[in-house]
């Protein structure tokens, strides 16, 4: 039963702070950014918030650096949002597995154009 609680802190934060990115967030630095998941530690005290970025490296390396800089409101505007005895502290982390399973299905398509096999045998 823990777990579902757990489960339903992290989707609720996900959600709130994404909202965030839509709305509250004007840093211009701040490019196409989405939540794609919220990690919370055991004792609920950090929150580890995975966010894809679609752009250039540099895009990327400027959202992230507004983000970090805005952890502070975000932190505070979390723990108007979301009753909890304590608000977990906020780590943004990039996260890179949307383009690296773009990468895989692209290699998989490209495979799959060419009849051959990852082997390199054909059928």
């Not at 490019?31 to 919220?38: I, K, L, N, Y």
């Not at 982390?93 to 799959?112: F, P, T, W, Y």
Request: charged share 35%; hydrophobic share 35%; aromatic share 4%.
């Amino acid at each position: 039963m823990a777990t579902n609680r757990h489960e339903r802190i992290e989707d609720q934060i996900q959600n709130e702070i994404g909202s965030m990115l839509l709305r509250d967030l004007k840093d211009p630095r701040i490019g196409f950014a989405s939540v794609t998941r919220v990690k919370l530690s055991g004792d609920k005290r950090e929150a580890k918030v995975y966010i894809s970025v679609y752009g250039t490296e540099e895009e990327k390396n400027k959202t992230m650096e507004a983000l970090a800089s805005a952890k502070g409101f975000v932190r505070t505007e979390l723990g108007r949002r979301i009753k909890l005895r304590h608000t977990p502290d906020i780590r943004f982390v990039l996260d890179e597995s949307l383009e690296q399973g773009a990468k895989v299905m692209e290699i998989l398509a490209r495979l799959d154009s060419d009849g051959s096999t990852p082997d390199g045998e054909g059928e």
